[in-house]
């Protein structure tokens, strides 16, 4: 790969820098889903290790060689030493996979007594809620790493975000979730009908066809279960939302680095560009923006030239002698790079005009590509060659 | 009018699925496109609430409503009509309050207190039979030439991941009420999701984690009594563009810069080295396109390609792919 140039001109995103900065405690690695969080995580972490830094990956959802790759073998929630990092400068990576069932049921048990949390846990609602409960992950991905920065273990911590369809769903859904547990119907759900309260008529009658709605829709157990269960979670709502408002204001922290990756694809810089706005809606730090799986445009020679040549050599006349034929042979395998070669070149400028509508709407971004790799990373020499091109090296 | 034979004749609802970002929504879209010929009626449905259909045939978001989005291929006469629908539980759960109970306008009211959140949130299943009801609806639908208000229904169905659950209607809905309406709503769902009018196909890219996600899929269906497979479809493969001998022997660096120079361009030897590379880059990835492809292979479904399109994928380029479909036989 000859040529380098960047498909934009935004100021360059230094990886090195943020990693090398003592004060970053925690990093975090956003984007719509599919793009390259998990992988950037990853490889941020095992950069940062290999360059002195006490490091903690938090993943979630893992590819499963890669996951096998950091020794990750079994969804045990707690990190592991990845074995393989070099130890030179005095740095270690400890990597986990979060489990977000197990890091609820944690929760149930520290904050509440053997019994009502037997009880919990036995719950049909409790075990909907916190296996399948859109946005249950991306809380939990915030207790956890509320938990391992309060451990005060590691120096660095590096947060993979789940899998979504948008990258808001990272901050929305603990939010989400909080206004679930505490809301109205909730409540209403756990007040009995001849409540003590100044309910007004009008109210009760609306509250009957809810319930009564609901029952014919779901069933009186489903309901049931639910009432039981908010019953006995009562006490902890408030150290619920207390915590997930701790866990959001660390990532207001000076000590906290966002780093947005994106595909160079119209949707999920579309999500990046809603993510940078945000962001900066919360003042949450913003370190910049990952463009991954770029295809370099490589050389000079543009498409239309190309494919020009290409046609140039296939309408040749054949001869029939054995030059003109080797010749002609030769002429095929050439024109068929050349169409390759054009195909790639009107990829590279598709994908720069994709970015370009990103990066002229936040110029200031700081910006760094990492090309796309022939094959999937999978194992720590992928991981480095991410995390060299994150950090500029030449590859 | 010649009826040429399809690999799913007798489909009439074609459930489309894969992993994030594979080209569900553009292959469900190009599938209905073939579907749509000899005056058949095809309704497109978009299951997770994304407005991805009203984006890729560049519309307005689509209103919760039945609207005819474009025509198929073909030539007078021959061609026919796409419909779209977008399904949001909300207007799903309204749509089933009216059906059985015929209360749509309390079901404005209770929506304005959540309740449709709050029912989706603590039966999550729910929203999943609201969906498959609507698309089974809308099959059973009376009406039209053949007696059918559709001939075929095309899915945009939630990814590889969560699709085993989403048709396992009656598993999902196990837990709710015992007796009632939603019941035998799941088990007529039910009865057109496990028959052989339903098969699910599969969309996959030729990398490492689609392609296991979709073998995992594959299996996880076949273990569900009734439920057909349908086939797997390879969307953005890039084609090779030498024969595999050639692409193998790698290329001929000095020869090619002789082409080069005979097609008039200028500094030959350096431009051959570097497409050389180009070249032997290619050969590796096909190399590794192959390896996926006999994993796909060995599951036994049928297999369709579709080329990875250099352009954004517009309308043209729709009825492009939905050509391919048909010349292999998938519509
Ligand atoms: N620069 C790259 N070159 C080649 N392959 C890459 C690159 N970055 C990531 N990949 C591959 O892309 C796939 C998706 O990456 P990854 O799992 O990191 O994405 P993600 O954003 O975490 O996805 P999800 O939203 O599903 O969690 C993986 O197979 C990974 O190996
Ligand atoms: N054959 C193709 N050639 C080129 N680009 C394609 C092709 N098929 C799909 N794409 C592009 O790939 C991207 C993802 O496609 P699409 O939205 O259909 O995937 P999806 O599986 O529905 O994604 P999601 O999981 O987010 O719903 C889109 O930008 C689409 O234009
Ligand atoms: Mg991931
Ligand atoms: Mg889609």
Same mark, same amino acid.
């Given at each position: 790969?000859?040529?380098?140039?960047?498909?934009?001109?935004?100021?360059?995103?230094?990886?090195?820098?943020?990693?090398?900065?003592?004060?970053?405690?925690?990093?975090?690695?956003?984007?719509?889903?599919?793009?390259?969080?998990?992988?950037?995580?990853?490889?941020?972490?095992?950069?940062?290790?290999?360059?002195?830094?006490?490091?903690?990956?938090?993943?979630?959802?893992?590819?499963?060689?890669?996951?096998?790759?950091?020794?990750?073998?079994?969804?045990?929630?707690?990190?592991?030493?990845?074995?393989?990092?070099?130890?030179?400068?005095?740095?270690?990576?400890?990597?986990?996979?979060?489990?977000?069932?197990?890091?609820?049921?944690?929760?149930?048990?520290?904050?509440?007594?053997?019994?009502?949390?037997?009880?919990?846990?036995?719950?049909?609602?409790?075990?909907?809620?916190?296996?399948?409960?859109?946005?249950?992950?991306?809380?939990?991905?915030?207790?956890?790493?509320?938990?391992?920065?309060?451990?005060?273990?590691?120096?660095?911590?590096?947060?993979?975000?789940?899998?979504?369809?948008?990258?808001?769903?990272?901050?929305?859904?603990?939010?989400?979730?909080?206004?679930?547990?505490?809301?109205?119907?909730?409540?209403?759900?756990?007040?009995?009908?001849?409540?003590?309260?100044?309910?007004?008529?009008?109210?009760?009658?609306?509250?009957?066809?809810?319930?009564?709605?609901?029952?014919?829709?779901?069933?009186?157990?489903?309901?049931?279960?639910?009432?039981?269960?908010?019953?006995?979670?009562?006490?902890?709502?408030?150290?619920?939302?207390?915590?997930?408002?701790?866990?959001?204001?660390?990532?207001?922290?000076?000590?906290?680095?966002?780093?947005?990756?994106?595909?160079?694809?119209?949707?999920?810089?579309?999500?990046?560009?809603?993510?940078?706005?945000?962001?900066?809606?919360?003042?949450?730090?913003?370190?910049?923006?990952?463009?991954?799986?770029?295809?370099?445009?490589?050389?000079?020679?543009?498409?239309?030239?190309?494919?020009?040549?290409?046609?140039?050599?296939?309408?040749?006349?054949?001869?029939?002698?054995?030059?003109?034929?080797?010749?002609?042979?030769?002429?095929?395998?050439?024109?068929?790079?050349?169409?390759?070669?054009?195909?790639?070149?009107?990829?590279?400028?598709?994908?720069?005009?994709?970015?370009?509508?990103?990066?002229?709407?936040?110029?200031?971004?700081?910006?760094?590509?990492?090309?796309?790799?022939?094959?999937?990373?999978?194992?720590?020499?992928?991981?480095?060659?991410?995390?060299?091109?994150?950090?500029?090296?030449?590859? | 009018?010649?009826?040429?034979?399809?690999?799913?004749?007798?489909?009439?609802?074609?459930?489309?699925?894969?992993?994030?970002?594979?080209?569900?929504?553009?292959?469900?879209?190009?599938?209905?496109?073939?579907?749509?010929?000899?005056?058949?009626?095809?309704?497109?449905?978009?299951?997770?609430?994304?407005?991805?259909?009203?984006?890729?045939?560049?519309?307005?978001?689509?209103?919760?409503?039945?609207?005819?989005?474009?025509?198929?291929?073909?030539?007078?006469?021959?061609?026919?009509?796409?419909?779209?629908?977008?399904?949001?539980?909300?207007?799903?759960?309204?749509?089933?309050?009216?059906?059985?109970?015929?209360?749509?306008?309390?079901?404005?009211?209770?929506?304005?207190?959540?309740?449709?959140?709050?029912?989706?949130?603590?039966?999550?299943?729910?929203?999943?039979?609201?969906?498959?009801?609507?698309?089974?609806?809308?099959?059973?639908?009376?009406?039209?030439?053949?007696?059918?208000?559709?001939?075929?229904? /095309?899915?945009? @169905?939630? =990814?590889?991941?969560?699709?085993?659950?989403? +048709?396992?209607?009656?598993?999902? $809905? #196990?837990? *709710? !009420?015992?007796?009632?309406?939603?019941?035998?709503?799941?088990?007529?769902?039910?009865?057109?999701?496990?028959?052989?009018?339903?098969?699910?196909?599969?969309?996959?890219?030729?990398?490492?984690?689609?392609?296991?996600?979709?073998?995992?899929?594959?299996?996880?269906?076949?273990?569900?009594?009734?439920?057909?497979?349908?086939?797997?479809? /390879?969307?953005? @493969?890039? =084609?090779?563009?030498?024969?595999?001998?050639? +692409?193998?022997?790698?290329?001929? $660096? #000095?020869? *090619? !810069?002789?082409?080069?120079?005979?097609?008039?361009?200028?500094?030959?030897?350096?431009?051959?080295?570097?497409?050389?590379?180009?070249?032997?880059?290619?050969?590796?990835?096909?190399?590794?396109?192959?390896?996926?492809?006999?994993?796909?292979?060995?599951?036994?479904?049928?297999?369709?390609?579709?080329?990875?399109?250099?352009?954004?994928?517009?309308?043209? @380029?729709?009825?492009?792919?939905?050509?391919?479909?048909?010349?292999?036989?998938?519509?």
């Amino acid at each position: 790969m000859t040529s380098t140039t960047a498909l934009t001109d935004n100021p360059v995103l230094e990886a090195d820098r943020i990693i090398d900065d003592r004060r970053t405690r925690i990093i975090v690695c956003c984007g719509s889903g599919g793009v390259g969080k998990t992988t950037t995580a990853a490889a941020i972490g095992l950069r940062a290790a290999e360059r002195g830094r006490q490091v903690c990956v938090l993943t979630v959802d893992p590819a499963r060689r890669l996951a096998q790759s950091m020794g990750l073998t079994s969804l045990d929630n707690t990190p592991r030493l990845v074995e393989g990092v070099s130890e030179e400068p005095g740095g270690s990576m400890y990597a986990m996979m979060l489990d977000m069932k197990r890091t609820f049921d944690e929760i149930v048990e520290a904050h509440s007594d053997p019994a009502r949390a037997e009880q919990i846990l036995a719950n049909p609602f409790y075990q909907a809620l916190s296996s399948s409960f859109a946005g249950t992950q991306e809380y939990m991905a915030m207790e956890k790493l509320g938990q391992l920065r309060k451990s005060d273990e590691w120096d660095l911590i590096v947060v993979d975000t789940p899998p979504s369809r948008s990258a808001l769903d990272f901050l929305d859904a603990p939010e989400r979730l909080g206004r679930f547990l505490d809301g109205r119907l909730i409540k209403l759900l756990l007040t009995p009908a001849k409540a003590t309260r100044p309910f007004t008529k009008v109210i009760n009658a609306g509250f009957s066809v809810v319930t009564g709605t609901l029952t014919k829709i779901l069933g009186a157990q489903v309901l049931r279960d639910a009432q039981t269960f908010v019953t006995a979670f009562d006490t902890m709502f408030g150290g619920f939302r207390e915590r997930a408002d701790a866990t959001y204001k660390l990532l207001q922290a000076p000590g906290t680095s966002f780093l947005v990756v994106a595909a160079p694809e119209p949707d999920a810089l579309r999500e990046a560009a809603y993510f940078v706005e945000r962001l900066d809606a919360e003042r949450m730090p913003l370190a910049g923006l990952i463009l991954n799986r770029v295809h370099r445009a490589p050389g000079t020679l543009s498409a239309p030239r190309s494919l020009a040549a290409a046609e140039t050599l296939e309408s040749a006349p054949n001869g029939s002698s054995e030059t003109d034929s080797s010749q002609a042979s030769a002429d095929a395998v050439a024109a068929a790079a050349l169409r390759l070669h054009a195909a790639r070149m009107s990829l590279g400028e598709r994908e720069r005009r994709v970015a370009s509508a990103f990066t002229s709407a936040h110029p200031a971004v700081p910006v760094m590509e990492v090309p796309a790799l022939p094959e999937d990373v999978h194992d720590l020499a992928g991981l480095r060659t991410v995390g060299a091109s994150l950090s500029g090296e030449p590859q | 009018m010649t009826a040429r034979d399809t690999d799913w004749d007798g489909v009439r609802l074609h459930v489309v699925t894969g992993k994030g970002g594979t080209g569900k929504t553009t292959v469900a879209a190009a599938l209905a496109l073939a579907l749509a010929r000899g005056g058949r009626k095809v309704l497109l449905i978009e299951a997770e609430g994304r407005q991805g259909i009203a984006r890729l045939f560049d519309r307005p978001p689509l209103p919760y409503g039945e609207r005819k989005i474009a025509i198929g291929p073909g030539g007078e006469g021959e061609t026919g009509d796409v419909y779209a629908l977008a399904i949001d539980p909300e207007g799903a759960l309204l749509d089933y309050l009216q059906m059985f109970y015929g209360m749509r306008s309390a079901g404005r009211a209770l929506t304005k207190l959540g309740m449709v959140d709050f029912a989706t949130t603590i039966a999550p299943g729910l929203s999943d039979v609201l969906c498959t009801g609507k698309a089974t609806e809308a099959v059973r639908r009376k009406g039209g030439r053949n007696g059918h208000a559709y001939d075929a229904v /095309v899915m945009d @169905a939630p =990814p590889t991941g969560r699709i085993g659950r989403f +048709l396992n209607v009656s598993a999902e $809905v #196990s837990g *709710l !009420a015992k007796v009632g309406p939603i019941r035998s709503h799941a088990d007529s769902v039910a009865n057109v999701i496990k028959s052989p009018q339903t098969a699910v196909h599969f969309v996959c890219t030729l990398e490492e984690m689609p392609v296991q996600e979709t073998l995992d899929g594959i299996a996880e269906l076949r273990g569900v009594k009734g439920m057909q497979v349908g086939g797997v479809i /390879v969307n953005m @493969a890039r =084609p090779a563009v030498l024969p595999r001998e050639e +692409l193998e022997s790698g290329p001929d $660096v #000095s020869a *090619l !810069a002789g082409s080069l120079t005979r097609a008039g361009l200028h500094s030959a030897d350096e431009l051959a080295k570097s497409l050389g590379d180009e070249l032997a880059e290619h050969a590796r990835r096909v190399r590794l396109q192959d390896g996926q492809r006999d994993d796909l292979a060995e599951a036994g479904q049928p297999l369709y390609e579709l080329p990875l399109l250099t352009d954004a994928i517009d309308l043209a @380029a729709l009825y492009r792919l939905a050509a391919e479909l048909r010349d292999q036989g998938a519509a």
